[in-house]
């Protein structure tokens, strides 16, 4: 997943700036060995993403899309004290205007309509698109499209938030910072312990 991603964004401002780009160049440049049960397991890996990273770049040559920022840093400040911020795949600017914010996802684990409409990362995208006054976001609710883009299955899932989706956003986001600010971090228990990176640092292993 870091590796496409980082192919992504070399093509992406390769594209942008108008320069010739070969998929199979920045693959190499990008590639990790790192996470993979064998090397056959990463040579199936690699494959799948040549296979995946050829459908991209077709895709961006026929749609021709206005790309206007990609991995842009943000950061804004809530209730007038808490800094927040992240980083957004890409943005383009469609042809009535608005702006297209678009999450690249590696998963082939496609969402629901429903989970899309709920996805809070989307929420907080549109959030600092709304927050933050410069050259590229500064936008309202209705001037927005937000975009889940998984590569591997080549679907584009879309949905948008009103002024209403934006404060419960805002609301969640002092919620989850009061209960991390109170919390005294004891282990859960989950089964996901067993890959957690602070596992060495608990009393319950």
């Not at 937000?146 to 002092?174: C, G, P, V, W």
């Amino acid at each position: 997943g870091v590796s496409i991603h980082s192919v992504l964004r070399d093509y992406m401002q390769a594209v942008q700036s108008k320069q010739e780009s070969s998929m199979t160049e920045l693959l190499k440049r990008n590639w990790s060995p790192l996470g993979y049960d064998s090397k056959d397991h990463e040579r199936q890996a690699y494959k799948q993403a040549e296979i995946t990273l050829a459908k991209f770049a077709a895709q961006i040559l026929q749609e021709k899309p206005d790309t206007i920022a990609i991995e842009l840093p943000f950061n804004f400040k809530l209730d007038g004290q808490l800094k927040v911020g992240g980083r957004i795949d890409r943005i383009d600017k469609l042809p009535d205007g608005r702006i297209e914010i678009i999450d690249y996802k590696t998963g082939t684990n496609v969402p629901t309509e429903k989970k899309v409409k709920e996805d809070f990362q989307l929420s907080f995208y549109a959030l600092a698109a709304t927050e933050i006054k410069d050259g590229v976001l500064n936008k309202t609710p209705d001037d927005i499209l937000l975009t889940l883009h998984y590569i591997e299955a080549n679907k584009k899932f879309s949905t948008t938030r009103t002024k209403d989706d934006l404060e419960l956003a805002k609301q969640k986001i002092l919620i989850m910072v009061d209960e991390m600010s109170k919390s005294d971090f004891h282990c859960s228990g989950s089964i996901f312990c067993k890959n957690c990176e602070y596992k060495m640092l608990c009393s319950k292993h």
